[in-house]
């Protein structure tokens, strides 16, 4: 639960380290703006991502089911600054499809929090596995981190990307390999059109 009280103060203690005058007109809102602020980037953390993936429909194909390109915003916990990119959830059904615009609420609800990418993506792909006990789920993040970029540590715009494979994806190098076919087709036609 953010606390907005806590924040204000704590950003007003963070602007007099970095020795600021938290009395001149630019500051002077600040504390309540990030206090605000953050209650809506990481509202993530007092949703669960049963909500969204209740709502499922039955089907009795078990093609593979890709959502590509779905962007997102985070904030890295080791520095806590963004980090941000795309993400493509793909899952093979087992009787369960969900609409689409409930696979991006649910990157959404793991995105709005301290997160590291690692775990974003794995957490992602486990509430696919929990709710809709797909036969398997491949997600893959690309982002780039602002605490990398912007101190010089790797070049702007340089993206680290992450997997995770559940269920009979893991065991499957055909199957991952169809994911990443399907994400390159799609990028084609999307160039070519
Ligand atoms: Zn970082």
Known sequence: MVDQDKIRKAVRLLLEGMGEDTGREG???????????????????????????SKVFTVDSSEMVLEKD????SMCEHHMMP?????????????????????ARTVEIYAKRLQIQE????????ALMEHLAPRGVM????????????????????KTVSVAVRGIFENSGELQDRFFQMLRLEMGSRIDG
């Open 27 to 53: 500051l002077a809102e600040t504390p309540d703006r990030i206090a605000r602020m953050y209650a809506e980037i990481f509202a993530g953390a007092e949703e669960d991502a049963a909500v969204p993936l």
């Open 70 to 73: 779905i962007v997102f915003y």
């Open 83 to 103: 980090f941000f990119g795309k993400a493509h959830v793909a899952y093979i059904p087992d009787g369960k499809v969900v609409g689409l615009s409930k696979l």
């Open 119 to 126: 775990r974003l993506t794995g957490q992602i792909a486990d």
């Open 139 to 158: 997600v893959v993040l690309e982002a780039e981190h602002m605490c990398m970029t912007m101190r010089g540590v790797k070049k702007p715009g340089s």
